[in-house]
């Protein structure tokens, strides 16, 4: 499979990231492996085939991520056709771009449904992805398994919520890494507005109720193709616990992560978000649940794995790429038979019993 994975920038790429791990796994089974970020896309003249600067992944006996991730920065890029791909992966965070590179964050969407549309498989499906990387998506889940919440621009009306619901939590709409995340006790708050004004800077404002526990920490589990993703028994789930007085719990905010034993409502609120997220074509997701409610859905590149490898001693990446496999397989088969993406070989022709 040749198989490209599209990132903000290369050269930020951390080898700590739940990417470097992907891609590694995918190099291990025999697969060409590329890195391409958002500004190194050309489109060229006449039928507008898409190209690429990219930078090729090699894994040698005894490397380290950071070794592995090394070499790939310190090759010379080379310029690859990516309608040639079988399938591309979207790891870029448009979110991180927004603010200071506004020009870069829509382009995996773009370049993502380009592709797709050649013939390229490519995950989560772009069609859908742009609307999945709202914290609006959420909304589209039964109520049963998520908090109330009030998504506006209008301060009075988040003043308003907070005195119905009491203790709630403020963020922004198109938000991560826990910046710019408040709690509320009621409306009676002394720095309410200031607060709430800190997050209508960032757009949208999404105003969600309090989840008793929340307090202690959520629990971040991922899904592939809206099944539990598990390897040996073990979950590729963990409980995120915040530090010091802190009330996010949020990795990158200082957050701690210890494992998680997931009970029957982890469970059931997976059955309830299966089918929709496999219809919308939502591959590898991260949810972030509290008690019976799911917090947050991260469609896009969700992190985390080096927290469930550390602390389970279980690598899941082989297993995300063997279902990358499998449905670069199937959407070849089942395309039009004028479609050029269907006479390519399909994966096992390529590559045998991988």
């Not at 701690?256 to 219809?279: N, Q, T, Y």
Request: hydrophobic content about 40%; some cysteine; proline content about 5%.
């Amino acid at each position: 499979m040749k198989l490209a994975f599209f990132v903000n920038d290369v050269p930020n790429e951390i080898d700590e990231y739940a990417t470097t791990r992907l891609a590694r796994a995918a190099v291990q089974r025999g697969h060409e492996v590329w890195y391409v970020g958002v500004g190194d896309v050309e489109a060229g003249p006449g039928d507008g085939e898409l190209t690429a600067r990219a930078q090729a992944a090699e894994f040698r006996p005894g490397d380290t991520l950071a070794t592995f991730m090394s070499r790939l920065k310190e090759r010379d890029a080379e310029r690859i056709v990516m309608d040639d791909l079988d399938a591309l992966f979207l790891r870029n965070e448009s979110i991180d771009d927004l603010r200071y590179r506004p020009w870069a964050s829509p382009l995996g969407v773009v370049f993502g449904q380009m592709l797709a549309a050649r013939g390229v498989t490519v995950v989560n499906d772009p069609s859908n992805l742009g609307r999945a990387t709202s914290k609006l998506y959420l909304e589209e889940f039964p109520a049963a398994i998520r908090p109330r919440s009030l998504v506006t621009r209008d301060p009075a009306a988040i003043e308003r919520f907070a005195a119905e619901v009491g203790h709630c939590v403020v963020k922004p709409l198109y938000g991560s890494k826990g910046r710019n995340v408040f709690m509320i006790e009621d409306q009676g708050a002394a720095n309410l507005a200031q607060m709430t004004a800190a997050v209508l800077e960032d757009g949208y404002a999404i105003a969600q109720e309090f989840v008793d526990g929340g307090e202690h920490g959520d629990a971040r589990i991922f899904l592939l193709e809206g099944r539990l993703l598990e390897h040996d028994g073990k979950p590729a789930a963990f409980r995120r616990v915040p530090t010091g007085n802190d009330p996010r719990a949020n990795i990158s905010a200082g957050g701690r992560s210890v494992p998680l034993e997931l009970g029957a409502g982890e469970r059931d609120i997976i059955e309830a978000m299966s089918e929709k997220l496999v219809a919308d074509g939502m591959f590898f997701v991260g949810i972030d649940v509290i008690g019976s409610k799911v917090v947050e859905i991260n469609a896009e590149s969700p992190g985390g794995l080096q927290s469930v490898e550390r602390l389970y001693d279980i690598d899941v990446c082989p297993t995300v790429i063997e279902a990358l496999e499998r449905r670069t397989d199937l959407e070849i088969a089942t395309r039009p038979s004028s479609s050029p993406a269907s006479r390519r070989p399909r994966l096992r022709d390529r590559q045998g019993s991988s």
